[in-house]
């Protein structure tokens, strides 16, 4: 099967010249006790990739990327018995084990096993499967690894939908719906008549738009520096939109002294810094982005206790994916999730390297990939 695979991390772009992504050829495995092969019918790039590609997020290498992704079941390995072939699914970058006290919390997005696996680019039931045609061990990406033709992931790590949902639209539901959606309903717990405040319009941000959008009430602002990423927001359901210098203006005009809630979606300690000086009294910022992990905060320790505001840290949306997925699928049914805004194109896998120069400069908000 050919798959994506990085061997060298921190890249300079361009990177369709420095080509960080190779194009290779490798035996596709055989699933084993609790795993499945999911044959790859859409992958979309995601920042999350890019952040491994540029260093920002230290990965053992060599790894086939992708962690964003809808499928066809093709093989289905032993002691699974809820999963047949011909299903399809919806990859999710989290595999839970159920047994740790996250996942007994019910928070499986923090999965202890998942995220030590994630880490070690093994997978849930074993040690990683991929193997290059020399043999080399070649790591999983977050349990999926998605530029590739074909996937071998832990159960764990697919939720069955319906045939009748276009890969196009269910390769967004992995990552960008559950991150960004969940960021507002399952961590902001936004509540109707409130007011929210979106900084960064990739695909994660403005999935958070749309879900703000549908509560009741709700007053939605949204900032990025690309007015066309601007003008999208306004199409996702914003109330207001503007620029990172015209967002002190916009709260005041539009949420008097302050939002309720605020999503960082940008992965800058910065505008992190920013959104907490935005919150009304008992506001509460979420950091959704993910920021180079030398960065740090500064702010007045007094304001959470002084004025009861909250910083919350959200991962995958504190979704619960086998709940999530269907209830946002629903969302999009009823017309009030027009993810299809988000999809830009659909390019060969072997653009993979152009296309990380378009993400990273924002040409893009998800494109997707096929190998067909």
Known sequence: MLSSILRDPGSDAPYADSAPLT?????????????????????????SDL?????????????????????????????????RIGDH??????????????????????????????????????????????????????????????????????????????FDVAAMFGCAALTGIGAVLNTGQLVAGQSVIVFGLGAVGLMAVMAAAQVAGTTVIAIDPLPEKQALALRCGATAVGAPDQAAALVTEHAGDGVDLAIEAV????????CLGLLTRGGALVSVGLPHPD????????????????????????SVPDRDIPRYLDMWRAGTLPVELLHTDTRPLSELNESLDALAEGRVVRRLFTLD
């Open 23 to 47: 194009l290779e050829t490798i035996p596709v495995p055989e699933p084993r006790r609790g795993e499945l092969l999911v044959k790859i019918e859409r992958a979309s790039l995601c920042h």
């Open 51 to 83: 952040s491994v590609i540029n260093g920002s997020r230290i990965r053992p290498l060599p790894m086939a990327l992708g962690h964003e992704a809808a499928g066809t079941v093709s093989a289905v390995g032993a002691d699974v018995d809820d999963v």
């Open 89 to 166: 699914v919806v990859l999710v970058f989290v595999p839970s084990c159920g047994d740790c006290r996250a996942c007994l919390a019910g928070r499986p997005a923090l999965c202890h096993r998942g995220a030590e696996v994630n880490n070690t680019g093994d997978l849930l039931h074993g040690d990683a499967v991929l193997r290059s045609e020399a043999g080399e061990r070649v790591n999983h990406h977050l349990g999926v690894s998605a530029f590739s033709q074909y996937a071998v992931v832990a159960r764990e790590s697919a939720v069955v939908i319906a045939a009748d949902v276009p």
């Open 267 to 274: 992965g800058n300690s910065r505008v992190m810094e920013a």
């Open 295 to 318: 960065q740090t905060i500064t702010t007045s320790a007094l304001q959470f206790a002084g004025t009861g505001r909250r910083l919350l840290g959200c991962y995958m949306g504190d």
